[in-house]
């Protein structure tokens, strides 16, 4: 079992950042990817970022060159450091952790960002 937790989220004007954070605990040794996906009112989940156990990176199109994924492996936290926000960048951000070998996907709670205009 994996555990995610998200903080970080707020409110911010447009142009501002925010930073997400995602604390992982349980069997954390077992995770071979992680990423962040978000929700917008009356949308879909979508994909913002991966990150896998070896650093390999990949972005949403919306998001590349503003946002930046990463992980603290001491910490066992990731985060994703949103620049050059934009009013269409608000939804609930959700943490994903998988795991390779049971085939799971963990979810977090979201954390909600809101940029206004």
């Known amino acids: 079992q994996v555990q995610l937790v998200e903080s970080g989220g707020g409110l911010v004007q447009a142009g501002g950042s925010l930073r997400l954070s995602c604390a992982a605990s349980?069997?954390?040794?077992?995770?071979?990817?992680m990423g962040w996906y978000r929700q917008a009112p009356g949308k879909q989940r979508e994909l913002v970022a991966t990150?896998?156990?070896?650093?390999?990176?990949n972005y949403a199109d919306s998001v590349k060159g503003r946002f930046t994924i990463s992980r603290d492996n001491d910490k066992n936290t990731m985060y994703l450091q949103m620049n050059g926000l934009k009013p269409e960048d608000t939804a609930v951000y959700y943490c994903?952790?998988?795991?390779?070998?049971?085939?799971?996907?963990?979810w977090g709670k979201g954390t909600l960002a809101t940029v206004s205009s």
């Open positions: 349980g069997s954390i040794f077992s995770i071979v990817a």
């Open positions: 994903n952790a998988y795991v390779a070998g049971t085939a799971t996907y963990y």
């Open positions: 990150i896998t156990r070896g650093g390999k990176t």
